[in-house]
């Protein structure tokens, strides 16, 4: 079966760093999608990474190793609006996105 | 409009009513996709569509349909609801269906009592 892997929660500090982890098991590989969603909001796109290595946007990179099926996101110098569930999804052999069940983050001041 | 809309935004229905939620978007995409949300579970694929006139079945179509009469819309429709199709509902839409970044409308809550 296909199966993606997050924790469910994370807190961390305003101003620290944070890495979400994400690992998965799916068949086929063409990339892995990192998405952020609000509380009652829809999801918007934050990272594509189809080849292994680092991704950087700003203050949110995303690495990707897809010989261990693993990937993470991280998010430097954490603002309160970071605050949000963030997705994890792979697209596989059939183009179609298998999403995680998200990782809710929570920043304290 | 710019983006994706969806409507209505909530709902709560009677089980055994029919229901079609409607989504629209304007940004000319071939690809267009339905899922559901539900607490503690990720995004599932009901429908998609990888251009107007074609519809392919997700990982949990059944009790809904889709049609894609053209490229901005792609309604869906719960013949029959029933209680276990309470969720949040998103539609998404991509330039195709590869690899291309798929963007989602604001969601629909539906409750089915």
């Known amino acids: 079966g296909q199966n993606i892997d997050q924790p469910t929660e994370m807190t961390a500090t305003e101003g620290a760093i944070v890495q979400i982890n994400c690992t998965y098991q799916t068949s086929g590989f063409n990339g892995l999608f990192w998405y952020q969603q609000h509380a009652g909001e829809a999801p918007t796109f934050l990272s594509y990474?189809?080849l292994d290595g680092l991704e950087e946007k700003g203050r949110f990179s995303s690495f990707l190793s897809r010989s261990k099926g693993y990937s993470y996101l991280l998010l430097k110098e954490l603002q309160m609006k970071d605050s949000a569930s963030y997705l994890c999804a792979v697209m596989d052999s059939n183009y179609q996105l298998i999403w995680g069940a998200g990782t809710k983050l929570i920043i304290k001041p | 409009i710019a983006g994706i809309t969806q409507a209505p935004t909530s709902q709560i229905l009677a089980a055994g009513r029919r229901m079609t939620l409607r989504c629209t978007q304007d940004?000319?995409?071939?690809?267009m996709y339905w899922y559901r949300q539900d607490l503690g579970l990720g995004l599932r694929l009901i429908h998609y569509?990888?251009?107007?006139?074609?519809?392919g079945k997700g990982e949990v179509p059944d009790g809904y349909s889709v049609s894609r009469a053209n490229t901005d819309d792609f309604p869906l429709t719960l013949a029959s609801a029933v209680p276990s199709q309470t969720s949040v509902y998103f539609c998404a839409s991509s330039d195709s269906e590869s690899t291309d970044t798929q963007y989602f409308g604001p969601g629909t809550r539906l409750t089915v009592l």
């Open positions: 940004m000319r995409h071939n690809a």
């Open positions: 990474n189809v």
């Open positions: 569509s990888n251009t107007a006139g074609t519809t």
